[in-house]
């Protein structure tokens, strides 16, 4: 196992419909992610447990893409996974994103 | 100038003929007696290994004869399905080989090669191995597969024609001789699907059952939300863009997910009766559920699959069902439909490089080509038109001479199991192509070919690329977290989203939320049976109930 945090700097959608919402299930090749409303300063904060070790570079490109392309802000996402590949996590990342803002047209 | 090739077969079937006492039925316990004298050293000997039935008595009595006696001979087959198949090079009877494909021997054939154990002719397509049967690798002597033969030698094949026609009439009419093993020897045929005339000798199998690979089989149980989110795009981005009517679809679990969303998707989107109405397919069961909700005209199929011959034998206005009530098959037909009448083909591949090539080459593996780089390829001697093709073309030839043009597209997850990845910066058959295996690496579909490119992150439409570098961008704008997708131009990249030439999930107002299982008409085989109202029956290997 692998613990991993990384801090961004949020952008400017911090609107949410729900407090919370989990997407995924943790099992061979997926992984769940929790994303929460949380006041951070505007930051969004990424806690991840992983089974896979030694991914911490692809973690953080999958993250920063996130957040460029969504520009959120004051997020917890709590991320538990047992060896999902990139796409999935970004899979997952966008579904919960999706929940938790009321969508992307 | 003689006569030699019809001389030696008339040789050869008197020296037969003594032992079958002037029958065409040859009893089991002489079938290797038999083919001694059949064949000789040097022989071109074509063996019914086809992509789903296999001559299985035929091959193991052939490994049978005895090598000093009988040697070098060159063996056509266009699917190397049984062990049997490559043990006669190991025993010394047979030196050179030409196939189409080795899927299930594939590592044992790279290892065979390696060691010099043979000597590959060339890997084919189908219809191309075909017609070389026909021109300069003509049969000496074929060894076929059917269902039943009555005592005259008419065959009956049910639905796994596949290969047969071609090759007996490449066999028979070019002085050969025809050998066909038969689950059972009947008083009339159920059918004639090869005549008396065209064959030479019969023998019922001991198990009265060949070997048949159920190769299309998928269990919708085993389709994830990445394959539902690319099989969206696919419906969504490319089928109603460009409303193809014609189509073939690759085997795998990519396409089962499209099959299976026609009914729920397909629905939605508008998409019945104005596109994907006549198909090349195998009889796939995931096709079951669009078929039961009236979506489909029309399926041509190469060859059989185990399980939905009473299916498909409810379905005469859809497959081809003779008179008798049974389906036929013709795996050379469907390839030329596949090829010049099909408006779109949709595939999978193991490994694309950044130009687009694809290959199912990967380390020490060689399956072949099989029929893929004839669906998967834009028929240069295409002529008629359709509004799917002219439209493609439109989009393909901005100027210049007006032409139509072919889909292509290759839907990939970015990783496959255990993270390996399928974009890659040099294929593993340029690899082999180095090392002298191949005079050319073993592409299955050229980057020029290929229209789009579906994965996780969206779809790449090559058909608006003016450049080999836009194409490039375009093709690493969508690989994803792999080496290729991170090595992306991202200005390129931007600047290519922004003309369309890449289009992500929202671009096109799919949401994520809504790419789970739900979107499955069948979630698993036993709903496929409960939609066929019983009458598919799969294999013991599917059920799980």
Redesign the interface.
């Known amino acids: 196992m692998e613990h991993l945090e990384f801090e961004f700097n949020g952008g400017s959608h911090s609107n949410t419909v729900r407090p919370y919402t989990v997407q995924g299930v943790v099992s061979s090749g997926n992984l769940e992610v929790l994303i929460e409303h949380k006041d951070l300063n505007g930051k969004c904060r990424f806690s991840i447990d992983t089974a896979a070790e030694g991914f911490g570079k692809t973690w953080e490109a999958v993250i920063s893409n996130f957040m460029e392309k969504r520009q959120p802000a004051d997020l917890l996402v709590s991320i538990n996974d047992y060896a999902a590949s990139p796409d999935i996590v970004s899979l997952r990342l966008d579904q919960a994103y999706e929940a938790i803002s009321g969508g992307v047209k | 100038m003689t006569n030699s090739r019809k001389a030696s077969r008339l040789d050869k079937l008197d020296a037969a003929r003594r032992i079958t006492l002037n029958s065409k039925v040859v009893q089991q316990e002489n079938i290797e007696e038999l083919l001694s004298r059949i064949i000789t050293s040097g022989n071109k000997v074509c063996i019914e290994g086809d992509n789903q039935k296999q001559a299985d008595f035929l091959s193991r009595a052939l490994l049978g004869l005895d090598p000093d006696k009988i040697n070098n001979l060159h063996i056509l087959i266009s699917t190397i399905g049984l062990p049997e198949q490559l043990d006669i090079f190991e025993t010394g009877l047979a030196s050179r080989l030409d196939l189409a494909y080795a899927g299930p021997q594939g590592f044992r054939l790279a290892r065979m090669l390696k060691d010099k154990q043979l000597e590959v002719g060339n890997i084919h397509t189908y219809n191309e191995l075909y017609a070389r049967y026909f021109m300069d690798l003509r049969p000496d002597v074929c060894l076929l597969c059917g269902v039943e033969a009555d005592r005259h030698g008419n065959i009956y094949m049910n639905g796994s024609v596949e290969d047969s026609s071609a090759i007996v009439e490449a066999t028979a009419f070019q002085q050969g001789i025809v050998v066909v093993q038969v689950n059972h020897l009947v008083e009339k045929v159920r059918r004639v699907d090869i005549p008396a005339d065209w064959v030479d000798f019969v023998v019922e199998t001991p198990r009265h059952n060949f070997h048949l690979e159920p190769l299309f089989t998928r269990d919708p149980a085993q389709i994830t ?2 394959m539902i ?1 690319m099989g969206m795009m696919t419906m969504k981005g490319i089928y109603a863009k460009y409303l193809p009517r014609t189509l073939n679809h690759g085997v795998g679990f990519n396409t089962a997910a499209i099959e299976l969303m026609l009914p729920t998707y397909g629905e939605e989107l508008g998409l019945k009766g104005k596109a994907l109405t006549n198909w090349v397919l195998n009889p796939h069961p995931t096709m079951i559920p669009a078929i039961e909700e009236g979506w489909v005209e029309s399926i041509i199929p190469p060859g059989n699959e185990l399980g939905m011959e009473k299916y498909v034998e409810s379905k005469p206005d859809i497959f081809p069902v003779g008179a008798d009530g049974s389906l036929h098959s013709s795996r050379l037909f469907a390839q030329l439909a596949g090829h010049y009448s099909a408006d779109i083909f949709v595939g999978a591949s193991l490994q694309i490089d950044a130009l687009g090539n694809s290959s199912t080459v990967t380390g020490e593996r060689i399956t072949g080509f099989g029929g893929a780089p004839n669906f998967g390829c834009d028929a240069g001697g295409r002529r008629h038109t359709s509004d799917a093709w002219l439209k493609a073309g439109r989009e393909f030839n901005s100027c210049g001479l007006p032409r139509g043009r072919k889909l292509v597209v290759q839907i990939v ?3 496959q ?1 255990g ?1 390996k990845e399928t974009f890659v910066e040099n294929l593993d058959a340029m690899r082999l192509a180095a090392e002298g295996t191949f005079p050319l690496p073993p592409v299955m579909i050229y980057g020029e070919d290929v229209s789009h490119i579906v ?3 969206g779809i790449a439409n090559l058909l608006m690329c003016r450049t080999a570098d836009e194409r490039e961008q375009a093709i690493r704008g969508v690989a ?2 792999t080496g290729v997708g ?1 090595k992306r131009n991202k200005a390129k990249v931007a600047e290519l989203h922004q003309r369309g030439i890449i289009q992500r999930p ?1 671009d096109i ?1 799919i ?3 809504r ?1 789970t299982r739900d979107m499955l008409s069948a979630r698993n085989i036993k709903d496929l049976v409960r939609w066929s109202d019983g009458l598919y029956e799969p294999p013991s290997r599917f059920r799980n109930w």
């Open positions: 939300e990445s989110l997850e970015t990783f199991q993270l994965t996780e992150e994803g977290y991170m929202e107002g949401s994520k939320l790419a």
